[in-house]
């Protein structure tokens, strides 16, 4: 048997929503005790078996809040107290307010189909033993004095309770001796049921903790000019000149530094055209006079070794 899962935090504050529902049946007890008296409350507040056709359906909330006397007051309100304030403390007053009105409604739901025709029902015993099964979902293993004499955890204590109100509904058609047992199970299979839904018991915790969010209204939005925003400005050139230095920082480690280049070797200057010497001067001016035929083999093989050198490219 899966149980619900709480949240773990529990609120400071106290059990605002416990105190009200306790003063409250105070109240109209004190009122039933002192000025109208049991029957004439029971009558007004109680559920009988034709408020369904007479409309009075105020009376399928208002049952709850009516006891048969003041051991009855008294020993309801000492188990709302016992099992009460930590399951608010858990899930927030509101929502512990709709689970104690809801399983009070189990209640009277089971009372009506197994005493469609019995007598007036009153108390809050179907809503505070749904309190009692929400409160052994999350903390199972408590203990609490059975009785006031006999310790037992939470969990044995409300199954205890489920068998004899279950057995006694299905022997004496959920009524005996003026004690409403379909009710009684009503209310924690009511309980059962919603401790199943999903998200149950967070999610007062949930909104509580959920900022609201600001009323712009219908006005459209505007831009709002950059003269009012300087520093804005001003900020954001900083961080924009500091993402371009970071960014020149890192390509200047991943990429590899260029290799310089050769430069390029001057041209080689011309050679210097030599200088005819005396003795080729000599030669050419013997040519000149006589003829070439009249060079002897030495002054040709001068005139030949100076014509290679003239015609070698620079």
């Known amino acids: 048997m899966s149980y619900v899962t709480y949240d773990d935090f529990e609120s400071s504050r106290g059990p605002s929503a416990v105190y009200w529902l306790i003063g409250l049946c105070v109240a109209?007890?004190?009122?039933?005790?002192?000025l109208v008296g049991d029957a004439n409350m029971a009558s007004w507040l109680g559920y009988a078996s034709g408020d369904l056709q007479s409309r009075a359906l105020w009376t399928l909330v208002t049952y709850m809040f009516v006891h048969g006397g003041l051991v009855h007051l008294l020993l309801n309100m000492w188990?709302?107290?016992?099992?009460g304030p930590r399951v608010e403390r858990a899930w927030g007053a509101?929502?512990?307010?709709?689970?104690?009105?809801?399983?009070?409604?189990?209640g009277w739901a089971f009372h009506y189909m197994f005493q469609p025709n019995g007598g007036i029902l009153v108390g809050a015993s179907a809503a505070i033993l749904g309190v009692a099964v929400a409160y052994a979902s999350r903390w199972p293993d408590d203990e609490v004095l059975f009785f006031g004499v006999v310790p037992m955890k939470v969990k044995w204590l409300v199954v205890f309770m489920a068998l004899i109100n279950i057995t006694m509904t299905v022997l004496d058609g959920g009524s005996a001796g003026g004690t409403a047992y379909a009710a009684h199970f009503g209310g924690m299979v009511a309980g059962w049921i919603y401790l199943r839904a999903p998200n149950v018991g967070t999610l007062d915790r949930f909104r509580s903790r959920m900022v609201q969010a600001p009323d712009y209204g219908d006005e459209p939005p505007r831009a709002v000019?950059?003269?009012?925003?300087?520093?804005?400005?001003?900020?954001?050139?900083?961080?924009?000149?500091?993402?371009?230095?970071?960014?020149?920082?890192?390509?200047?480690?991943?990429?590899?530094?260029?290799k310089p280049q050769p430069k390029p070797k001057p041209a080689p200057a011309p050679a210097p055209v030599p200088v005819a010497s005396t003795a080729l001067d000599a030669v050419l001016d013997k040519i000149a006079a006589t003829g070439i035929d009249s060079l002897t083999p030495a002054e040709r093989l001068m005139l030949d070794d100076w014509s290679k050198r003239l015609r070698e490219p620079s």
Request: hydrophobic content about 35%; glycine content about 4%; overall charge positive.
């Open 79 to 83: 188990t709302l107290w016992l099992f």
């Open 94 to 106: 509101s929502t512990f307010t709709w689970y104690y009105l809801w399983c009070g409604l189990g």
């Open 225 to 258: 000019p950059k003269s009012s925003r300087p520093r804005e400005r001003e900020t954001r050139e900083r961080e924009t000149d500091d993402i371009v230095a970071q960014s020149k920082a890192a390509m200047a480690r991943v990429r590899p530094a260029p």
């Open 28 to 34: 109209v007890y004190f009122v039933q005790a002192t």
